[in-house]
Nanobody, 116 residues
Framework: QVQLVESGGGLVQAGGSLRLSCAASGRTFSGYAMGWFRQAAGKEREFVARISWSGGTISYARSLKGRFTISRDNAKSTVYLQMNSLKPEDTAVYYC?????????WGQGTQVTVSS
């Protein structure tokens, strides 16, 4: 069974940092671009960041550029999201998926809560 398991979320004060991880099991997602997405309470899920298979092409949601950094370790089948200078509006459940996302790969996500 193919799974993407997110971890690393938690409660942090505004201005703090967190590093999220997304580990793939069941397959390596070889050749796939991967993305991070987030969904705040009462809002639709939105794109956060994307990284190509090689890591050579990266893009971010315009509002997040400069604070978040996406990376991947293909040998470990893991994608990361380093989040710095966190703001209360970053509070959401964060998910990883292929990009474009596939319905069958949505996992439970990891909750990030930023207190003011």
């Amino acid at each position: 069974q193919v799974q993407l398991v997110e971890s690393g979320g938690g409660l942090v004060q505004a201005g703090g940092s967190l590093r999220l991880s997304c580990a793939a099991s069941g397959r390596t997602f070889s050749g796939y671009a991967m993305g991070w997405f987030r969904q705040a309470a009462g809002k639709e899920r939105e794109f956060v960041a994307r990284i190509s298979w090689s890591g050579g092409t990266i893009s971010y949601a315009r509002s997040l550029k400069g604070r978040f950094t996406i990376s991947r370790d293909n040998a470990k089948s893991t994608v990361y999201l380093q989040m710095n200078s966190l703001k209360p509006e970053d509070t959401a459940v964060y998910y990883c998926n292929t990009d474009p996302p596939a319905r069958r790969y949505w996992g439970q996500g990891t909750q990030v809560t930023v207190s003011s």
